[in-house]
């Protein structure tokens, strides 16, 4: 490039309007309120995935151990529903600090 051409180029660079900050318009409140939204998306994110596991891991074993002894596969199902009964507590915990983040913090 020689020297005509950038002087060209910087010309038309400078002889553009200005365009307006995008971020200017943007308050605390806007902030805040995505913010709140991300942390609400990622506590359930991370929320879903323990209980997830969890009833997935507890009726795997289940299913084995009613293949090893059918005849107790009320028990077996029935302690099975318990534990993922406790296991979904968690993700309910993160459900409720997502709601709180979304609709109370906003």
Do not use: H, W
Request: charged share 10%; hydrophobic share 55%; proline share 4%.
């Amino acid at each position: 490039m020689d020297i005509s051409t950038i002087a060209m180029l910087v010309d038309t660079v400078a002889a553009q309007p200005e365009a307006a900050p995008a971020v200017a318009d943007l308050t605390a409140s806007d902030i805040l309120r995505v913010a709140s939204f991300i942390g609400a998306g990622i506590c359930m994110g991370f929320g879903a995935i323990g209980p997830g596991i969890g009833q997935g891991f507890a009726a795997g074993k289940a299913c084995e151990a009613i293949g090893r002894s059918p005849e107790n596969a009320g028990l077996l199902t029935r302690t099975m529903l318990i534990g993922q009964a406790v296991s979904e507590s968690t993700g309910i915990y993160s459900l409720v600090v997502a709601l709180l983040l979304v609709f109370v913090l906003v």
